[in-house]
């Protein structure tokens, strides 16, 4: 198995641990903290129970995790090593000195998510390995990377990163240039502001700000992004007609971007104690579980569309389907939506997994997956529960219209049979 090194086991180490480990390879930690060991077990085991549940073939087989006592014996044969060590110039100067002693051919990534790589690279041995790979929590479920390279890299070593990660079903994205905080994170820092002002003027309370993202454009977002979304709302004109008639608004006073709110405890008092009426009945532990299952059932909608990021997770299926041979079509785990008050399984989410099974068995096979389903008979056979294993696999019948059967089976025992006749498309 390939091997990665992660320095630093926090919330962002432990995602790139759980990514890797997930994903096959073998990875060795050092984070000195004495909590670290536990705190990434908790990261772990939500990513055991998300990941795999956005993979319609099955997993490769699990690396081996190890924590070590020094980076260099951490980084001592790594293939990769990332680096999420806290925000802070001068430790990450040292802990990077300290690789590059041990592995100074070896690509590193930074998890960094303001410095530009030419600050990381500052009197290092080997500045052509290093570069930033930003990711976004949670690390294990999220694609995007933002792959910022200075001119000191190698082109060669930022191309082999980058398809390093691709394979580990992420969206590396380019930055072609380097720039304080990237792209995302600038985005994130404006709207962050802007709410700040909101809630200190009055106007909203935390809840509320959260409400209008997540009830509104946040949904758009997640699927086209900014420019996208405006395109459309520019009507069939498309993106000129949004630009004239919403250019002229650039003028007027509806953000306060160019001032920034005194950040005093007055401040902070405020922000905590709304966040705390707002969220405080959950656990941080029963929030990332919470986040987990529905960035799940929103990644989930966009692969069965092959949309956005699920084009993403449909391209690292496909590469896994072509090195595993014949298997299961549909591979995840009993989602807490899909069950009842009491953890078990409820029936009629078998079509959610029957449709999903049988769009990815029409695309391995170069059918056209726009069908029309013209009937559908479901046959339980078992019972499963929240967190089980599930897999799901399918059959063409010799029925006129076609005729697809899924059998859908968890711990190797099937649970439900469900028969879809489909009205094809050109094949």
């Not at 949004?242 to 306060?256: E, H, I, M, V, Y």
């Not at 919470?290 to 590469?319: H, S």
Request: aromatic letters at 6%; glycine letters at 10%; a negative charge.
């Amino acid at each position: 198995m390939p091997k990665a090194a992660i320095i630093g086991g926090g919330v962002i180490g432990g995602g790139w641990a759980a990514r890797f480990l997930l994903n096959g390879w073998d990875v060795v930690v050092h984070d000195p903290a004495p909590t670290a060991e536990s705190a990434m077990a908790q990261v772990l085991d939500n990513a055991r129970a998300a990941l795999p549940a956005l993979s319609d073939v099955p997993m490769p087989n699990a690396g081996k995790l190890t924590f070590v006592a020094s980076v260099a014996e951490a980084v001592r044969g790594a293939d990769f090593i990332q680096e999420s060590t806290p925000e802070r110039l001068n430790l990450k100067h040292r802990v990077l000195s300290e690789i590059q002693q041990v592995a100074p051919e070896t690509p590193i990534g930074s998890s960094t998510s303001g410095y530009k790589p030419s600050e990381l690279q500052h009197g290092a041995r080997n500045p052509a390995t290093i570069l930033v790979a930003h990711p976004f929590n949670p690390v294990y479920l999220l694609p995007l990377v933002e792959i910022v390279p200075s001119p000191a890299n190698d082109p060669a070593i930022v191309a082999n990163v980058s398809e390093l990660l691709r394979g580990l079903g992420m969206f590396p994205l380019h930055v072609r240039k380097e720039i304080d905080a990237h792209i995302a994170d600038r985005f994130l820092e404006a709207v962050w502001r802007e709410a700040l002002w909101l809630v200190k003027d009055g106007v909203a309370t935390t809840e509320e700000i959260d409400e209008a993202i997540r009830m509104g454009f946040g949904l758009r977002w997640a699927q086209m992004g900014l420019f996208e979304t405006f395109r459309i709302a520019g009507g069939e004109a498309g993106m000129r007609h949004f630009l004239a008639q919403f250019g002229p608004c650039l003028k007027s006073p509806w953000t306060r971007l160019t001032d920034v709110p005194e950040f005093n405890d007055a401040l902070v008092d405020l922000i905590a104690g709304q966040s705390d009426a707002q969220s405080g009945a959950h656990s941080i532990r029963d929030l990332e579980r919470i986040r987990d299952a529905n960035l799940v059932g929103f990644l989930r909608a966009l692969k069965l569309r092959d949309w956005g990021a699920g084009r993403v997770l449909n391209a690292q299926d496909a590469a896994r389907r072509g090195r595993a041979g014949d298997g299961p079509l549909w591979h995840g785990t009993v989602l807490p939506g899909w069950t009842d008050s009491a953890g078990a399984f409820a029936p009629i989410h078998c079509l959610t997994i029957a449709t999903e099974t049988a769009a990815a068995f029409l695309r391995l096979h170069g059918i056209d997956p726009a069908l029309t389903p013209t009937g559908c008979e479901t046959r339980m056979l078992g019972t499963a529960r929240r967190g089980d294993p599930l897999t799901a696999s399918a059959e063409r019948g010799n029925d006129a219209p076609l005729t697809l059967r899924v059998t859908i089976a968890s711990r190797d025992r099937p649970l439900a049979v469900i028969t879809l006749h489909l009205t094809p498309g050109s094949q």
